[in-house]
């Protein structure tokens, strides 16, 4: 826990050396505009029912004729959604820095998602996940939500209509953790950040549920959604059929192993992303100098205000596959 | 897998080179076939749809990963019909006259919703979820079959300019994942040279950190090279320019709102459904297409749209098509009878349908065989002659 401690130490100097008037316990690496996070919110009102339709359906004559193309209109939907978030969150144009940062923590999600794979219920994406969302921002952990399932799913070839429910609802996760209260540093955070691991895994697994309900069970068995039927007793069905096939196996599993993840590694991983926020200097604005006359290099090359010593360190290696 | 007819023939034409086809011609053929098993519940029409997916898929997939990954598309849709059956025998309820067997029931209590499980098993409700289950599992394969035949990385390359830093950060990942292996090899080298043990939670904080920190120092380089190269720069967009795009999506969105909420709410008039949906769905990505037009970036060596990928992406197109008009004419023959249960049939129209979707296997260029090309996708025409 002193680790932590550390961090949090280190992350306020870093709050008092860049935040030029502004107010800043952590850094953002994708910035969210009111427009983006407007976008943001419709759409997710629009994707909530993509996978929640089930519960609201009518009963209407030509409707319920159309049942076996509700779920397709829904299916069709929701990537074009993602994808005008996900444009949306970028548009402003993504630093560098942050691309890269999102592209190596994707391919880390990415290579621990297999690891937990062939045993029930241990789930090792999220708690990474959701420790990046908190060090780096709301807009960076909603990216990050769907780049590691996108580049998980086409490592291992797992590309099928499930896919953009899964990073939708990884985003979620995400965009949760970055908007957790920011004050909290230490031990409180660990908890906090477990706790939600916890909520957030259990979550993921309902709305993954949700959204296979109507293809696993069908029409008509007794579990099935029924059009125009109260809320209610669509919920209650829903309860009873996701308390069978999934809560207390693969649910609670994903659900331990991500708080276990976050409380044994977490403070440990939390310094390691804090120091790369940091050296990364996100919210410095790059200037371009003239180099002294006569200095050792002429080129004229962009230098970072703040505090970013180890960015220059980085070096430039020939070529790192981009 | 190397085309072996090409190699025989001594006037080979350019288009019958060994070379991979643009991913987005596999994937309109795919999502043709997926909307052909969607409009039917026949088996037999269902079963030949699978059929040619697998049989193109084993004529034109590479050797890459993915293509490998066809089996498991298979494995899946077996899974999805068996719960069906299953849940159908498990929950059904017992609709239905022709009883197949009589399973003893078990009420559940009233918090489980007042559920009765097994009872009376009748061919209709089988046959029921048999069907079901094969359109979905169908379409499942017919996704399976563009996942191993299209190449994710090119299909990457040709998202369009909005989405292009999303892009950029998945190359990204697929091309850092593997360094990451050799990343742990490296680490755990350094701490055997240094005598260091390997009990379980030293090997956490020895191993997993140090390999984490490396990525992240690794991605700070990337940043640096990828600077110095001009990526993640944008253009100027003004403001006018920039409104407009923004009004647009956003205009789209209340509009997808305002659709879904209308094709959920039974009292709300008719043009507030799927047509809002759609409508608010077009300007919102008219909206995004428009700031992506915006950038300009040049690709390298970008896939092109040439005759083979016209006509394989038009057999999809066509299936999709065929099914549908054999569906507007004989309703019947398309979602056969469960009761009384009948024989599923054949009309001309739904062969001719399943005919289109097999061509690819013949029209498409082989895939390049040799592992060089597959090491290096871009070479347009490898291949041993």
């Known amino acids: 826990m002193s680790r932590a401690g550390g961090a949090g130490v280190r992350g306020d100097r870093v709050s008092r050396a860049d935040g030029a008037g502004?107010?800043?316990?952590?850094?953002?690496?994708?910035?969210?505009?009111?427009?983006?996070?407007?976008?943001?919110?419709?759409?997710?009102?629009?994707?909530?029912?993509?996978?929640?339709?089930?519960?609201?359906?009518?009963?209407?004559?030509?409707?319920?004729?159309?049942?076996?193309?509700?779920?397709?209109?829904?299916?069709?939907?929701?990537?074009?959604?993602?994808?005008?978030?996900?444009?949306e969150l970028t548009s402003g144009g993504i630093d560098s820095k942050a691309l890269a940062m999102l592209g190596v923590l994707a391919a880390v999600n990415a290579a621990l998602r297999p690891l937990g794979a062939g045993t029930a219920g241990i789930e090792t994406v999220f708690f990474l996940l959701v420790l990046a969302g908190r060090v780096f921002g709301?807009?960076?952990?909603?990216?990050?939500?769907?780049?590691?399932?996108?580049?998980?799913?086409?490592?291992?070839?797992?590309?099928?209509?499930?896919?953009?429910?899964?990073?939708?609802?990884?985003?979620?996760?995400?965009?949760?953790?970055?908007?957790?209260?920011?004050?909290?540093?230490?031990?409180?955070?660990?908890?906090?950040?477990?706790?939600?691991?916890?909520?957030?895994?259990?979550?993921?697994?309902?709305?993954?549920?949700?959204?296979?309900?109507?293809?696993?069970?069908?029409?008509?068995?007794?579990?099935?959604?029924?059009?125009?039927?109260?809320?209610?007793?669509?919920?209650?069905?829903?309860?009873?059929?996701?308390?069978?096939?999934?809560?207390?196996g693969w649910d609670t599993g994903r659900a331990v192993t991500t708080a276990v993840a976050i409380v044994v590694v977490g403070p440990a991983v939390l310094v390691a992303l804090r120091r790369a926020a940091r050296r990364a200097a996100f919210d410095a604005p790059v200037t371009f100098a003239a180099a002294p006359a006569g200095g050792p290099d002429p080129v004229r090359r962009p230098t970072v205000d703040g505090p970013g010593p180890g960015r220059r360190s980085a070096g430039f290696p020939p070529s790192t596959g981009a | 897998m190397s085309g072996p007819t090409v190699a025989r023939s001594p006037a080979v034409t350019r288009a019958r080179l060994p070379r991979v086809l643009h991913p987005g011609a596999w994937w309109w053929w795919a999502l043709g076939l997926a909307t052909a098993a969607s409009r039917t519940g026949n088996p037999l029409l269902l079963a030949l749809l699978v059929a040619a997916a697998a049989l193109v898929v084993t004529r034109r997939r590479g050797d890459a990963p993915w293509a490998l990954a066809f089996r498991m598309y298979l494995l899946l849709g077996a899974v999805v019909v068996a719960t069906r059956v299953l849940f159908r025998v498990v929950l059904g309820g017992g609709q239905g006259e022709h009883v197949l067997l009589r399973?003893?029931?078990?009420?559940?209590?009233?918090?489980?919703?007042?559920?009765?499980?097994?009872?009376?098993?009748?061919?209709?409700?089988?046959?029921?979820?048999?069907?079901?289950?094969?359109?979905?599992?169908?379409?499942?394969?017919?996704?399976?079959?563009?996942?191993?035949?299209?190449?994710?990385?090119?299909?990457?390359?040709?998202?369009?300019?909005?989405?292009?830093?999303?892009?950029?950060?998945?190359?990204?990942?697929?091309?850092v994942a593997p360094q990451l292996v050799e990343s742990v090899q490296r680490v755990r080298r350094a701490r055997r040279l240094r005598g260091a043990g390997g009990r379980r939670m030293r090997l956490l904080h020895g191993v997993a950190l140090p390999v984490l920190a490396d990525a992240l120092d690794r991605s700070l380089a990337l940043a640096a090279a990828m600077d110095s190269r001009g990526y993640g720069r944008t253009a100027a967009v003004p403001a006018g320019a920039r409104a407009l795009t923004g009004a647009l999506v956003l205009a789209g969105l209340v509009g997808v709102c305002a659709g879904t909420y209308g094709l959920l709410d039974a009292t709300s008039p008719g043009y507030l459904g799927l047509p809002m949906l759609v409508t608010g769905l077009v300007t919102a990505v008219a909206g995004m297409l428009l700031a992506g037009r915006r950038v300009h970036r040049s690709r390298y060596r970008p896939d092109r749209w040439r005759l083979p990928e016209l006509l394989v992406a038009g057999c999809g197109v066509l299936a999709a098509g065929l099914t549908t008009l054999a569906v507007d004419v004989h309703p019947v023959l398309l979602h056969p009878p469960v009761s009384p249960p009948t024989w599923p049939e054949l009309?001309?129209?739904?062969?001719?349908?399943?005919?289109?979707?097999?061509?690819?296997?013949?029209?498409?260029?082989?895939?390049?065989?040799?592992?060089?090309?597959?090491?290096?996708?871009?070479?347009?025409?490898?291949?041993?002659r």
């Open chain 1, 22 to 87: 502004v107010r800043r316990d952590r850094v953002s690496a994708v910035r969210v505009a009111p427009r983006t996070a407007l976008v943001l919110i419709l759409a997710s009102l629009a994707a909530a029912v993509t996978f929640a339709w089930p519960l609201f359906t009518p009963v209407r004559p030509e409707s319920t004729a159309r049942t076996g193309e509700a779920p397709l209109i829904f299916l069709v939907l929701l990537p074009v959604l993602v994808a005008l978030v996900l444009a």
């Open chain 1, 138 to 248: 709301p807009g960076f952990g909603f990216l990050l939500g769907s780049t590691s399932l996108f580049a998980s799913a086409l490592l291992t070839a797992g590309v099928g209509p499930w896919l953009p429910f899964q990073m939708l609802a990884a985003s979620w996760i995400g965009l949760g953790a970055g908007l957790l209260p920011s004050r909290l540093r230490g031990r409180a955070e660990t908890a906090v950040l477990a706790g939600y691991g916890l909520f957030a895994a259990y979550g993921y697994g309902l709305l993954m549920n949700l959204w296979f309900w109507p293809f696993g069970t069908g029409a008509d068995t007794q579990l099935s959604y029924l059009p125009g039927a109260p809320l209610t007793e669509n919920l209650h069905r829903f309860a009873v059929f996701t308390a069978v096939t999934s809560t207390f």
């Open chain 2, 103 to 175: 399973l003893p029931e078990i009420p559940l209590p009233a918090w489980a919703a007042g559920i009765r499980l097994f009872g009376p098993v009748a061919v209709e409700q089988v046959l029921g979820g048999l069907y079901d289950g094969l359109r979905l599992a169908t379409m499942l394969v017919c996704l399976g079959a563009a996942n191993a035949l299209a190449n994710p990385k090119r299909l990457l390359k040709a998202v369009p300019g909005a989405l292009y830093a999303v892009g950029t950060a998945v190359v990204v990942a697929l091309s």
């Open chain 2, 347 to 384: 009309s001309p129209l739904t062969v001719a349908a399943v005919a289109v979707a097999v061509v690819p296997a013949w029209l498409a260029p082989p895939p390049p065989s040799a592992p060089a090309a597959v090491a290096h996708p871009s070479v347009p025409v490898g291949g041993p």
